[in-house]
């Protein structure tokens, strides 16, 4: 049970980096030694945000999918007590 409650926490993390980096990539530029990082939250967090893309249009040009799995990651850590 632990292990579940920590991954869930780390992707939680992960999402909230992958939020930052987005914003961060639409004004600066990456330095190149960060691309790595970067490619590697973004591969980590995209199968599941694209799932709710594909349901859940941007509103405004604001996506919304974060939010919806930040909501949904809180109910399942809810559900099995962590």
Known sequence: MYLICLALS???????LRIILSWATMFWSIPAALDPVVRVVFDLTEPVLGLFRRYIPPIGGLDLSPLIVFIILQVIRGSIGC
């Open 10 to 16: 780390i992707y939680f993390l992960v999402l909230i």
